[in-house]
């Protein structure tokens, strides 16, 4: 019988070692795998290479796991935003290597990763500081540069809900970079809101089949959600935000 479900994260993120490259599923609040990272700290693997599309914000989850100094580099789109602190402070002190890609290369270099693309090649960064080092080539009149894939050893990803088999469904832009990942790193450990039986999920719904997967564990419904609904004016561990409403909102795409 395949079961691929843990008991709680802390058994989830076993065995991740020191000096392990991690892919982590972004867009903040929506996507990142707040109770795997935070399982990632308590385990006390340090020397990673994060693999994000930002390099977290405020002091939870990803910011914190820079803050407790267990990321010596990260490669990701977008580092900064205005309460990235421990990012800043860390790439300032020089305990922190950044690799910047763009947004659109980043997705194709894990995709490719996980497609088993050796390289190819992206007009984007064309004539930027991004671009030196790397093969130029022209094709077609227009310029392109040699990209390489991202693998990663594990990759911490949110998913809605998942069976026991692994295969999981995710919600709205939660979904990102997930189903990605989920290809590209050599363990696959995804966080869900709860674990349902076999044959609940709908086949033509479930984005990253199990075979990607390798640990599933349950962390209980998301605190900004009332009923399915977005709940807007809290922060990651669901505290009001201030100024904010923390009515329930019909806006429930986020």
């Given at each position: 019988?395949?079961?691929?479900?843990?008991?709680?994260?802390?058994?989830?993120?076993?065995?991740?070692?020191?000096?392990?490259?991690?892919?982590?599923?972004?867009?903040?609040?929506?996507?990142?795998?707040?109770?795997?990272?935070?399982?990632?700290?308590?385990?006390?693997?340090?020397?990673?290479?994060?693999?994000?599309?930002?390099?977290?914000?405020?002091?939870?989850?990803?910011?914190?796991?820079?803050?407790?100094?267990?990321?010596?580099?990260?490669?990701?789109?977008?580092?900064?935003?205005?309460?990235?602190?421990?990012f800043?402070?860390a790439?300032?002190?020089?305990?922190?290597?950044?690799?910047?890609?763009?947004?659109?290369?980043?997705?194709?270099?894990?995709?490719?990763?996980?497609?088993?693309?050796?390289?190819?090649?992206?007009?984007?960064?064309?004539?930027?500081?991004l671009?030196?080092?790397?093969?130029?080539?022209?094709?077609?009149?227009?310029?392109y540069?040699?990209?390489?894939?991202?693998?990663?050893?594990?990759?911490?990803?949110?998913?809605?809900?998942?069976?026991?088999?692994?295969?999981?469904?995710?919600?709205?832009?939660?979904?990102?970079?997930?189903?990605?990942?989920?290809?590209?790193?050599?363990?696959?450990?995804?966080?869900v809101?709860?674990?349902?039986?076999?044959?609940?999920?709908?086949?033509?719904?479930?984005?990253?089949?199990?075979?990607?997967?390798?640990?599933?564990?349950?962390?209980?419904?998301?605190?900004?959600?009332?009923?399915?609904?977005?709940?807007?004016?809290?922060?990651?561990?669901?505290?009001?935000?201030?100024?904010?409403?923390?009515?329930p909102?019909?806006?429930?795409?986020?």
């Open positions: 019988m395949i079961d691929k479900t843990v008991s709680d994260p802390i058994a989830a993120v076993a065995g991740i070692a020191d000096g392990a490259t991690v892919m982590v599923g972004g867009f903040g609040r929506a996507g990142q795998p707040i109770e795997l990272i935070d399982a990632l700290i308590e385990v006390g693997a340090s020397g990673l290479t994060i693999v994000s599309n930002n390099a977290g914000g405020g002091d939870a989850g990803l910011a914190r796991l820079i803050a407790e100094g267990r990321v010596s580099r990260i490669i990701c789109s977008f580092p900064r935003q205005t309460d990235s602190w421990h800043d402070r790439y300032r002190e020089g305990r922190l290597e950044l690799e910047l890609v763009p947004q659109g290369n980043l997705a194709e270099r894990i995709r490719a990763a996980g497609a088993g693309i050796g390289a190819f090649y992206s007009p984007t960064a064309v004539g930027t500081p671009a030196e080092g790397k093969e130029h080539r022209e094709i077609n009149g227009r310029t540069l040699l990209e390489h894939p991202i693998p990663a050893d594990v990759a911490l990803i949110s998913g809605l809900r998942a069976d026991r088999w692994g295969n999981v469904v995710y919600r709205k832009t939660s979904r990102n970079f997930g189903p990605i990942m989920a290809t590209a790193a050599r363990t696959t450990i995804v966080q809101d709860e674990v349902v039986p076999l044959g609940t999920l709908d086949p033509e719904a479930i984005v990253t089949p199990g075979i990607f997967v390798d640990r599933v564990v349950a962390v209980g419904g998301r605190r900004w959600l009332h009923n399915g609904d977005f709940v807007g004016g809290v922060d990651l561990h669901g505290e009001p935000l201030a100024g904010a409403t923390a009515a909102s019909a806006g429930g795409d986020r």
